[in-house]
């Protein structure tokens, strides 16, 4: 440990956060009360110790955090005393660079109550601020979940309508609030207000919030230099978001190697996406550049120490060389470490040397978030799917596993706070779509008792509680089991059989949660549908008219008034169902049944007014002898595929495929947001030949056949879902919010055959090179749109001299004549 800074020297032996700040170009270490301060122009070192789960070992992540008016020099001690933290642990840890206001969520998952900015640094060519002192600020509350703290300039053009701010003038502060801004925002503002009052002022300071007077507040505009008269305070989408430019999808992603076989360090350009994890050597550094999304620098476990030390500074160098942000996250990965956000941008990741054939171990193909794995050896295909094997009604893969009739024992735990906090038995059957629980369930098989632990994840649920839920589970199998329990994980909209038999009818599910607050209004309203005693269940929906669904029941709840409104498509155990829940949710009340079209006046009132709501002949026809069906089109394997989903819910919908959903009377071609070119054409192609070889007799004439994009979804296509979330792709936003950043061209639902003749047309060189190029066309493969006369007078060669051409050598052309 001798080469290594003595600060690092018990680095990383023990889980939890260290945090060191770079003090005259030494790293000092932070005590633990200042964690989540950061002097913005100051450098930091973050290292997150974490122990492998069932393991002795440890794994690290390292980051160093860059303040946005921090010197030259720290910046460079910062760098290079990371990679000194990282060559004392090995080399093993994933290193990340981090800049203020653009920090990962990673990083700012181990803050907790968020991350504050503090003006000032030390003496390191930075102006030093005396801290004490109270000069009047401004301070910038946004975010939701990872609040940030900013201080911003003290005057009225830093205020937006949509964000929260704190004036702090030392002995008063005021709490200014945006007219649109979030309940979150408001109360994390609160919070830090009482901390700089508690912890700055020793209590002294009186905290005065604004909320009505946000305009017009004498006192505040006076204490922030300007007179109310002439304040003009931007929208809240003038307020802009910085984070917006990530958001952007990169269609261009490239990868460099780093050596210096030749004797000489060389960074050379060699392939872009698709890439393939043959792409990768062990014996040099690679830099994988996905643009403003993030650069990559990959440490093979054979390069030289000048390879790796040289890979890191040359990704650095490509934000001023490309353009890029200097925010732009650069994050370091070694070979056999690498995260799944790195192994997204590779169509295939196989381990080297896996074994194959008789006797070889598991192939090391793990399907990462993001992105669809594929063996290396199967090669596109590009054999035609045979259709009219879909006509066949498919069953269940296997059979559900069925133990007992569930008349077990139960005992359930709800997740908070990463603990297990036990339920009474009267809120068993109770769930909250933004809450994890545990389930364990004993039954005998003969004298002998047997466990079943299922850990039940809520579709609005966060990462952190669904990874906890995963650990808690098996930690009660380990400690209280030893071993002997089955673990099934359910999530939500996806319960088998035997776990709905537990609550024997009585399962229900309520909005909102430990972490997910839910505006509550005059009304609920409960979506209830099955199709046996078993599998029918109640999930709370907004309370408005849009929610209702011609095919099943609901159940509308004010404190005066309680109503079972009976859609005509409802079944009997749905009716039967509906009937128990008020039993069991409202045992002391009757309610008013309510058949479809015989409503009430006040009962559209309480809903806000009558709209629109899913309906139509299929929806209003109980026992369907043509029930929906769902088909999930994807050509991750290798070759276009279509694979029929039973007993589907909206969690089934994968955002990387075309899904076919055909309810009889339409086709819908639904467009998950990451669905690639081949998927969409193959599947408007397999819509209609699905149709046109129907033996039911169904044709492109007599049957409607659309396209439709995922978040845009319209009511005759959620309506064959239970509980429909509009919220799930929509970020908060309203439809007509996204219809407008999209333009109503690019959401609108269209014909599948016109769909396809956009595939087979040409276009010119002009139309092509726009910033906005043709609906339909291959942003990656411009090329091939030109028509062959084009093409020539464009490239001087034909497009077979082209494709003959060895894949670097077309993009370089590409590149050239700005169809890249």
């Not at 307020?239 to 210096?260: C, I, P, S």
């Not at 929610?547 to 509308?556: P, Y």
């Not at 002009?766 to 028509?787: A, H, I």
């Amino acid at each position: 440990m001798a080469a290594y800074d003595e600060a690092f020297a018990k680095a990383g032996q023990t889980p939890g956060l260290e945090i060191w700040r770079i003090e005259k170009l030494k790293v000092v270490p932070q005590d633990l009360s200042t964690y989540g301060s950061f002097y913005t122009g100051d450098s930091y070192i973050v290292l997150s110790t974490k122990q492998v789960p069932n393991s002795n070992k440890y794994q690290w992540d390292v980051h160093f955090w860059l303040g946005d008016t921090t010197s030259q020099d720290e910046k460079g001690v910062a760098a290079y005393k990371t990679v000194e933290l990282d060559d004392s642990l090995g080399g093993a840890p994933v290193q990340h660079r981090e800049v203020q206001d653009h920090e990962s969520q990673l990083f700012l998952s181990y803050f907790k109550k968020g991350i504050r900015y503090l003006d000032g640094g030390v003496d390191s060519g930075f102006k030093k601020v005396e801290r004490d002192k109270y000069d009047t600020r401004l301070l910038h509350i946004k975010g939701k979940r990872n609040v940030r703290v900013r201080q911003v300039k003290c005057d009225v053009s830093s205020l937006n309508q949509g964000d929260v701010f704190i004036l702090d003038c030392g002995l008063v502060m005021y709490v200014w609030n945006g007219p649109t801004s979030s309940k979150m925002e408001r109360i994390k503002a609160a919070e830090v207000a009482k901390t700089i009052k508690d912890e700055e002022r020793g209590g002294r300071a009186t905290i005065n919030i604004i909320d009505d007077k946000w305009d017009c507040d004498p006192k505040f505009f006076n204490s922030l230099g300007s007179l109310v008269s002439e304040c003009s305070i931007k929208s809240a989408d003038e307020g802009g978001d910085d984070r917006e430019f990530e958001r952007v999808a990169q269609d261009t992603v490239t990868l460099y190697r780093v050596t210096d076989a030749s004797g000489k360090l060389e960074v050379n350009e060699v392939a872009s996406k698709p890439l393939k994890r043959e792409d990768l050597d062990s014996n040099d550094c690679f830099i994988l550049d996905s643009g403003p999304s993030g650069i990559y620098v990959w440490i093979g476990k054979k390069c030289t120490r000048n390879e790796k030390k040289s890979a890191w500074q040359r990704a650095t160098d490509f934000l001023s060389m490309r353009g890029y942000p200097e925010w732009t996250s650069i994050t370091q990965v070694v070979e056999g470490g690498e995260t799944p956000l790195f192994k997204q941008y590779f169509s295939t990741w196989i381990t080297p040397n896996t074994q194959r054939g008789a006797g070889a171990g598991v192939q090391d193909q793990q399907n990462c978030h993001g992105s669809r794995i594929r063996s290396s050896t199967d090669k596109y295909s590009n054999e035609k799917f045979d259709v009219t094997g879909l006509h066949k009604k498919a069953s269940k893969a296997k059979k559900d596993f069925i133990p007992d009739n569930g008349m077990g024992i139960k005992q359930i735990w709800r997740i908070e706070q990463n603990a297990m906090v036990i339920l009474p038995e009267e809120m068993h059957g109770v769930f909250y779509t933004g809450d994890c629980y545990i389930i364990l369930y004993t039954y005998k098989v003969g004298n002998r008792e047997s466990y079943i632990i299922y850990f039940w994840q809520g579709s609005k649920s966060t990462i952190d509680e669904r990874g906890g839920s995963a650990i808690l589970a098996q930690r009660l199998d380990d400690t209280d089991l030893n071993g002997r329990a089955v673990q099934i994980r359910v999530v939500q909209g996806q319960e088998p059989e035997h776990f709905l038999r537990l609550f024997n009818g009585k399962m229900i599910i309520f909005l909102g949660g430990i972490n997910n607050e839910v505006q509550e209004g005059p009304a609920k309203v409960y979506h209830i549908r099955g199709t046996n005693e078993f599998n029918t269940r109640a999930i709370q929906v907004p309370a408005r008219a849009a929610s209702l669904n011609s095919n099943d029941a609901f159940v509308l709840e004010t404190e005066l008034l309680l109503y079972l409104w009976i859609g005509k498509g409802a079944n009997e155990e749905e009716r039967t169902v509906a009937r128990q829940l008020l039993d069991f949710l409202f045992p002391n009340r009757s309610a008013v049944e309510i058949p479809e079209e015989d409503e009430p006046l006040e009962f559209w009132d309480i809903l806000g007014g009558k709209e629109a709501y899913a309906t139509g002949k299929r929806l209003q026809t109980s026992g369907n002898d043509m029930p929906p069906r769902l088909f999930q089109c994807s050509n991750a394997s290798g070759r276009f595929l279509v694979e029929e989903i039973v007993n589907f819910s909206q969690e089934d919908l994968v955002e990387d495929d075309v899904m076919l959903l055909d309810t009889f009377d339409e086709i819908f071609v639904w467009i998950g947001k990451g669905a690639n070119e081949v998927e969409r054409k193959e599947s408007l192609a397999t819509a209609m030949e699905y149709i046109r070889t129907d033996p039911a007799g169904r044709t492109p004439d007599n049957t409607l056949i659309m396209q439709i994009k995922q978040g845009f979804e319209p009511l005759h296509f959620t309506g064959h879902f239970h509980a429909w979330d509009p919220d799930k792709w929509s970020y908060g936003k309203s439809y007509e919010d996204m219809k407008r950043e999209l333009g109503k061209e690019n959401v609108a639902a269209t014909r599948v055959q016109e769909e396809l003749a956009c595939y087979d047309q040409t276009y010119t060189y002009e139309e092509l090179t726009k910033r906005l190029p043709p609906r339909g066309v291959d942003l990656t493969n411009k090329e091939k749109y030109l028509s062959d006369e084009e093409f020539k007078k464009i490239f001087k060669i034909t497009k077979q001299d082209y494709l003959s051409k060895p894949k670097w050598r077309q993009l370089e052309m590409k590149k050239r004549f700005g169809l890249f």
